[in-house]
């Protein structure tokens, strides 16, 4: 039956998806993946906070919020909740490491890019060594940012010891200028509109901190710095067992003489149905 206007006909083959069609770009994948998981990070944010409520626990409860996100930069499916708990878990004791040292740089990095243009601006000529430990302070602030972002990825996706990951993490702070500057300028830029909203729109912004900014960060950095890891570390790996990358997108390049069934999408030609005049022969 042909249904309405050709609706329900499948006597013709339709035109068929080519496996040539052009992927989705990298920013509208970005908004389609939050679109669909916002509210699943609202509550990866709520989880993160409550869990970093003893300072000690930040590094964990960064690895685990991180292992969540790192599933959903790449459209795949996380249980907030029970991978969140996981990956808290397995990564306790090497994340609790990471947290404390983390903790302890940050301190004297702040206060470093505090002090430093004080007693130069204090100082006037004498000072203005001061302002080279500035530039210092603040590039080792940076790079040691970028490095964290690595760290805990890799943490959460390979087998490394730390002393690999905390030596692929400074290369790679390195090689992917663009992912790396993305990745810091929101984890520089959210927090700073969401604090101008408190002090100088309304307080009750406030009660944004604990669902939103954590996660949305974080899963930016995760959908910018993982392709790297992919790249520099994990596809390395599977290349040299001679395996496939399972998280890697397939690229169809294989000849026509290697190809047991040909992809005929957009290629496809009407059906043509002849009428039989005669009934078949039935074999019993």
């Known amino acids: 039956m042909a249904g309405f206007f050709g609706i329900g006909n499948y006597n013709n083959a339709g035109a068929g998806i080519s496996k040539n069609a052009p992927q989705k770009g990298r920013l509208k994948l970005f908004f389609e993946i939050l679109g669909v998981r916002i509210w699943k990070i609202f509550t990866l944010n709520l989880i993160y906070s409550l869990a970093c409520i003893p300072i000690i626990t930040i590094g964990p409860a960064t690895a685990a919020m991180i292992k969540v996100l790192k599933n959903y930069s790449i459209d795949k499916n996380a249980y907030v909740w029970l991978d969140f708990k996981e990956a808290f878990r397995q990564n306790f004791f090497r994340a609790l490491g ?89 984890n520089i830029i959210l927090p700073l509109i969401l604090a101008a909203l408190i002090v100088f729109v309304n307080l009750q912004f406030l009660f944004v901190v604990p669902f939103l900014p954590a996660a949305l960060v974080g899963f930016i950095v995760c959908f910018c710095c993982y392709p790297v890891v992919q790249k520099y570390v994990i596809n390395p790996y599977y290349e040299h067992r001679g395996e496939e990358n399972p998280e890697a997108q397939k690229n169809y390049s294989e000849s026509d003489e290697e190809t047991l069934f040909e992809d005929m999408g957009g290629k496809e030609k009407p059906v043509d149905i002849k009428k039989k005049t005669k009934k078949g022969k039935i074999i019993s």
Do not use: H
């Not at 530039?135 to 002393?163: A, E, H, Q, R």
């Open 98 to 186: 990471v947290g404390i040292v983390d903790i302890i740089a940050y301190t004297g990095i702040i206060t470093g890019c505090y002090i430093y243009p004080t007693m130069a601006a204090s100082l006037e000529d004498e000072g203005k060594v001061f302002y080279l430990f500035f530039v210092l302070t603040l590039s080792v602030g940076i790079t040691f940012t970028i490095m964290n972002y690595y760290i805990y990825l890799m943490m959460v996706s390979t087998d490394l010891s730390m002393k690999n990951i905390i030596k692929n993490s400074l290369a790679l702070a390195f090689l992917a200028p663009r992912q790396n500057l993305i990745a810091l300028a929101s």
